[in-house]
């Protein structure tokens, strides 16, 4: 056990997995950030990491701070290795990795915080969707738990975009860093990378098209959806043996809007939002988008509803050729988890709260508890999970009828209970006080808050 730490076997295990991206000490501090952030209910700033932990009084508090502003590691490197553990404990050996990719703001104040301005947050409650603080590019893995029916994201990579690119107009700055899609691809070609042999099944939303998707390796696919006002092209025609360079595309088909119209359309039965059963009425069209792809073979996936009779309700674009417009569909519709993840992650695990303003302690802040987010679910998964608990807080919360399966708050419940546990029963053998025994009550009960 580590030295003034005290953690469950079942957790120790999983972050030692993790151990070869620390030094030695840089590990310690690591567990012990962890553990800080978990079972810290209240404030999760680096300091309330210390408190929750109860390491308060062990460890001076530069030492938390100089984890995440000088310490010798790498966010991407953990996160490869958390996606790697994640892979091997919770998905079927050699599947295909499906993978969000969706960027989020965490709302800062000051002027001196890097990478922080005004950008656009679509969480946001102003009528601008605009919001203070720092941007990341979050790329999760999707996977379905044994006890959960809807699909769970694990982010496993994160990383900072400065604001204020396109601020002399149009064309991007290049002083300040890679675009959203560019950080986007970088990130899962590392990912990909990490995983040779593995198809890589790529979803995202309408932001995330453009040429830096163009040198992705094979064996990704990227869908996501297209905006109403592109172009669309045919295949390009055989060739013709003339002389002269053979045309790159087809004849152009229009709009998604106006491909619609001439459209051939059939209805299907597909898993849409948190497993429920739609019919729809689909396209699927062969087609290029030179803008973003140029020349590579993609789809146009167009969706409505039986009874929308002109247009269509959703298009999607995709590079994979092979899997079929319902399971197209499917497989978007589990985008959905990365926002949930990222709810969670932000208003019950805490990620963003810490105020630190250096730039590389910024940078790893905000993947560090993305991070944390993505062990405690692998931790509930393979250690945690009781049904009897679920039922338990069906009885507390009765307003909770049809509470059937854990969410999040659950996992994050039983990990600070086991941590306070082992906190306590690491202690001294002797017969506990009345006080001793009312302070483990009360921090039972505050696990829960």
């Known amino acids: ?15 030692s997995a993790l151990r070869p991206c620390f030094t030695a000490p840089g590990f310690a501090t690591f567990c012990g950030m962890v553990a800080g952030l978990a079972g810290q209910p209240r404030r999760r700033t680096v300091t309330g990491m210390l408190l929750g932990a109860g390491l308060g009084r062990a460890w001076p508090h530069d030492r938390a701070h100089r984890f995440f502003a000088r310490a010798r590691w790498d966010p991407d490197d953990l996160g490869l290795a958390v996606a790697g553990l994640a892979a091997l404990l919770l998905l079927p050996p050699g599947a295909g990795l499906r993978v969000a990719v969706d960027d989020t703001v965490f709302r800062r104040s000051g002027r001196k915080v890097h990478g922080a301005g005004w950008q656009h947050d679509g969480s946001s409650p102003a009528r601008n969707k605009m919001s203070y603080g720092c941007c990341f590019v979050v790329v999760a893995l999707l996977v ?30 290049p002083s300040l860093g890679p675009g959203t899609v560019e950080i986007a691809a970088a990130l899962v070609a590392r990912l990909a990378l990490a995983f040779p042999g593995r198809a890589v099944h790529v979803v995202a939303d309408g932001a995330y098209h453009g040429p830096a998707l163009r040198d992705l390796p094979p064996s990704v696919t990227w869908t996501c959806r297209i905006p109403r006002n592109a172009v669309l092209h045919g295949p390009p025609p055989p060739r013709t043996g003339r002389r002269g360079r053979p045309r790159a595309k087809g004849d152009p088909l229009g709009t998604p809007a106006a491909i619609a119209a001439a459209a051939g359309w059939q209805a299907v039965t597909a898993v849409t939002y948190r497993g429920r059963q739609d019919a729809l009425t689909l396209a699927d069209v062969p087609c290029l988008w030179h803008g973003s792809w140029r020349a590579r073979p993609v789809r146009l996936i167009l969706a409505r509803n039986p009874g929308t009779r002109a247009g269509y309700d959703l298009a999607l674009v995709t590079t994979d050729l092979d899997a079929g417009p319902a399971a197209l569909i499917t497989r978007y519709a589990a985008r959905w988890a990365i926002e949930q993840a990222f709810a969670d992650a932000r208003g019950i695990l805490g990620a963003g709260e810490a105020r630190n303003r250096a730039p590389r302690a910024v940078q790893r802040t905000v993947p560090f508890a993305l991070l944390a987010h993505t062990i405690t679910i692998i931790w509930y998964a393979r250690h945690g999970h009781d049904p009897a608990a679920i039922t338990r807080r069906r009885h507390d919360q009765p307003w909770y009828t049809a509470k059937t399966e854990p969410a999040f708050e659950d996992m994050l419940t039983s990990l600070r209970r086991a941590l306070i546990t082992t906190r306590i029963s690491g202690g001294t053998p002797a017969r506990p006080t009345p006080q001793q025994i009312q302070a483990v009550l009360t921090a039972w009960d505050a696990a829960a808050a």
């Open 1 to 15: 056990m580590l030295p003034f730490l005290n953690l469950p076997g079942s957790l120790l295990g999983i972050l």
């Open 144 to 173: 379905r738990l044994p006890f959960c029916s809807r699909e769970v994201a694990l982010p496993v990579l994160a990383r900072l975009r400065l604001p204020g690119r396109y601020r002399h107009g149009r064309r991007p700055d």
